[in-house]
């Protein structure tokens, strides 16, 4: 079974954790503290010295190769030894961490981080149970037993195949000593040596089996042409028509006849035919009656065709310059302005415009709700439902805790969380509330999303600890609104608290909240997505 591992980075004077709660009070070695240290303490001998709360039992711990997290060089677990967690309260830990001169005595460079404050909580175990913890070794004791671990080294190594990358791993035998396993990759093939003196020639051997047959050759060129050869033997005769003649029927019309085909080699098949009617008329048309003057031209080519025709049939009203005029009467239409009846139209002959449009606005007027429409039908709150930090989720206790710190009572215009709700519902505003689980991730190209069906106007956003407002401002600098963190407290942890240092972009009705370093140790819980923790996002549109 492993221990709980708090993850540690040393980097330079400082100390930072990804959380503060070792366990509880008479645990021994339960929880790893996994120490990672930058450039700085490079080529430094590093000690790890541990004080409970009460200030009163010390003890360090010497940080030696077999500490090393495999397949790191300056990462290492150092378990919490008994001695920090004998009391309730705020432990401590620092590490410091010396050079030596080549003579490995003279101190020539020393390094030591600020105390890390890690929480120890009390476990309530009576004096009764006799609950003695283990001692840590001292210096002198930790340092001759990693000596030892050296000086009884074992090594091993394998042969890899040949373009590997060499590797080593770090372990320990039965006895608990390093134990070093080389892979060492087989080497290129040498060069081939000179040729030696031609031996006796050996009895031969058996005959070896038939190999594969071979691909297939190309083709080769074509021959010079054979002789002609001799003259087959005279085929048999082919069958011919001898005669075709009606068998049966007389050709009249209407009716089939049957015929029968007679072969040179005796046999016979039939076929039948049908007799279609004659046709009737006179026959074709002479070109004496359709082209009585032998043109034998199509009239588009015809050159002798008048481009003028006469007109002794027109009237010769028609033909004069100027025509006569009539009356719509005259000519049985009607007048140029005229009127039509409803009833002549299809028309409702009691309707009028000004009656429709008074029926629309009597409509429009109405407040008995005519056509029965309900909040459930166009998604609104209910009037009647109540909106409080009770029916928000359960975390809306802490939330409310947060929301009461002094740093956060008067967030927006004077008003608290809690006021700022109870006048959104008061006042029938959209409240829409999203949860999610942090994933660890942070920088610009991880941001939070916080995916609202509407893109609200203020967002409260909330985990156990922590608590933030974003709102939608115009600063006096500015001339168009903008998402900004316009209030964020803490309510157990002073370090990383949420909303620090953001930037808020809104996507449609979707806001992404980004903190502008990714490798900033805090960076995940002030962008709200630390790992594993549970924010709630309350936006009021």
Not at 67 to 90: F, K, N, Q, R
Not at 116 to 132: G, L
Not at 179 to 208: H, I, V, Y
Request: net charge negative; hydrophobic share 35%; charged share 15%.
């Amino acid at each position: 079974m492993s221990n709980r591992v708090i993850n540690v980075d040393v980097s330079d004077s400082y100390i930072s954790m990804t959380g503060d709660t070792a366990g509880a009070s008479g645990a021994m070695k339960a929880t790893t503290m996994r120490m990672t240290f930058d450039d700085h303490w490079a080529g430094t001998s590093k000690t790890v010295y541990f004080t409970d709360a009460m200030g009163e039992a010390s003890v360090s711990v010497l940080l030696s190769a077999d500490a090393l997290v495999d397949g790191t060089a300056a990462t290492y677990d150092v378990p919490i030894p008994a001695e920090a967690m004998t009391a309730e309260g705020l432990a401590s830990v620092t590490v410091c961490g010396i050079a030596l001169a080549a003579d490995n005595m003279t101190v020539i460079r020393k390094i030591t981080t600020k105390a890390a404050k890690f929480r120890v909580m009390d476990s309530e175990i009576p004096s009764s149970a006799s609950n003695e913890a283990a001692v840590t070794a001292t210096d002198k004791q930790q340092m001759q037993a990693a000596l030892d671990k050296v000086t009884n080294m074992s090594v091993e190594a394998s042969t890899l195949a040949p373009g590997s990358s060499a590797t080593v791993a770090k372990g320990a035998d039965a006895a608990g000593n390093v134990k070093l396993s080389f892979g060492l990759p087989k080497g290129d093939t040498g060069a081939t040596g000179p040729q030696g003196l031609k031996g006796d020639t050996g009895e031969k051997g058996d005959t070896g089996a038939t190999g594969p047959q071979g691909p297939k050759g190309e083709t080769g060129a074509t021959g010079s042409p054979g002789r002609d050869g001799t003259n087959g033997i005279d085929g048999e005769d082919g069958r011919g028509i001898v005669s075709i003649v009606r068998t049966s029927g007389n050709g009249a019309a209407g009716t089939t006849d049957t015929y029968t085909v007679t072969y040179t080699d005796t046999t016979t098949s039939t076929f039948k035919v049908y007799n279609g009617a004659d046709g009737t008329g006179a026959g074709d048309m002479l070109a004496s009656v359709y082209d009585p003057a032998g043109k034998n031209a199509q009239m588009a080519v015809m050159s002798d065709i008048p481009t003028t025709l006469p007109a002794s049939d027109v009237p010769a009203w028609a033909k004069a310059a100027t025509k006569p005029s009539y009356t719509p009467a005259e000519v049985g239409a009607a007048p140029s302005v005229h009127t039509h009846t409803a009833e002549q139209v299809g028309a409702d002959p009691s309707g009028s415009a000004a009656a429709v449009q008074a029926k629309l606005d009597a409509h429009a007027a109405r407040t008995d709700n005519p056509h029965g429409i309900t909040c459930a039908k166009i998604g609104a709150q209910e009037a009647a439902t109540a909106i409080n930090l009770g029916n928000i989720g359960s975390q809306s206790v802490n939330w409310a805790q947060g929301a009461a710190n002094a740093n956060n009572a008067n967030a927006v215009g004077g008003y608290s969380a809690a006021q700022l709700l109870a006048a959104a519902a008061a006042a029938s505003a959209k409240i829409e509330k999203i949860s999610y689980v942090g994933t660890g991730t942070a920088g610009p190209s991880d941001p939070t999303v916080l995916a609202f069906t509407k893109l609200p106007k203020i967002v409260f956003l909330f985990n156990y600890y922590h608590t933030c407002i974003l709102a939608k401002v115009k600063p006096n600098s500015y001339s168009d609104e903008i998402w900004t963190v316009i209030s964020n407290c803490y309510w157990f942890n002073s370090t990383g608290y949420l909303g620090y240092g953001v930037s808020v972009f809104e996507d449609g009705t979707t806001l992404k909240i980004s903190y502008g370093n990714s490798t900033y140790s805090y960076a995940s819980q002030c962008q709200g997505n630390l790992q594993g923790t549970t924010y709630s996002a309350i936006g009021i549109s």
